[in-house]
Nanobody, 125 residues
Framework: VQLQASGGGLVQPGGSLRLSCTAS????????VGWFRQVPGTEREAVAV????????YYGDSTKGRFTISKDMAKNTVYLQMNSLKPEDTAVYYC???????????????????WGQGTLVTVSS
């Protein structure tokens, strides 16, 4: 059981990046997949979350309107499209999965059972 996050890198303010999270060793049926980010010395923050079956989404307040989460069921992959990036979006981004998660826990990191390794996003000129 593994989650592989990729797509991070250096981007200028106002630019875009797309992160990918691919699950291997299990199918994402009945899972909720979330993107979280963390800056050293701070708590892990929920960025965007999607329920695999049905597609219900949740967005953190700081990313609403700029980030979009989506899924490709054939590829067992969740994407995070990040637009209008700001320096304060700089962080390590993690994807995580939880089985049969209720909506009220979508943004709670401790509710997630599986975590990817993280990918660094740096927004700087």
């Amino acid at each position: 059981v593994q989650l592989q996050a990729s797509g991070g890198g250096l981007v200028q303010p106002g630019g875009s990046l797309r992160l990918s999270c691919t699950a291997s060793g299990f199918t994402l049926d009945y899972y909720t997949v979330g993107w979280f980010r963390q800056v050293p010395g701070t708590e892990r923050e929920a960025v965007a979350v999607i329920r695999w079956n049905g597609g219900t989404t949740y967005y953190g307040d700081s990313t609403k309107g700029r980030f979009t989460i989506s899924k490709d069921m054939a590829k067992n992959t969740v994407y995070l499209q990040m637009n209008s990036l700001k320096p304060e979006d700089t962080a390590v981004y993690y994807c995580a999965a939880a089985y049969r998660l209720i909506y009220s826990n979508f943004g709670v990191p401790s509710s997630y059972h599986y975590w990817g390794q993280g990918t660094l996003v740096t927004v700087s000129s």
